[in-house]
């Protein structure tokens, strides 16, 4: 598996979380794993993805770091 983490303002999370899945779909990825963890006003996302290509390309679009 290859992981990615983005890390957003709880304010934030909404929003992102719907360009997030918006570029999923419009590129017909899939993560295997999407989840986020909540720290004070700090939101990180987690994905996990079965083809590194994708996750790169997703670290990419979202200023997002390879874990």
């Known amino acids: 598996m290859f992981s990615v983490e983005v890390c957003c303002g709880a304010e934030e999370l909404a929003s992102t979380m719907l360009k997030m899945r918006e570029w999923l779909d419009s590129r017909r990825f899939e993560p295997d794993v999407f989840r986020h963890t ?3 006003t700090k939101v990180t996302i987690h ?4 083809i590194e290509d994708e996750a ?12």
């Open 38 to 40: 909540v720290d004070g």
């Open 47 to 50: 994905l996990q993805f079965k």
């Open 56 to 67: 790169i390309a997703f670290a990419e679009a979202f200023s997002g770091q390879r874990v």
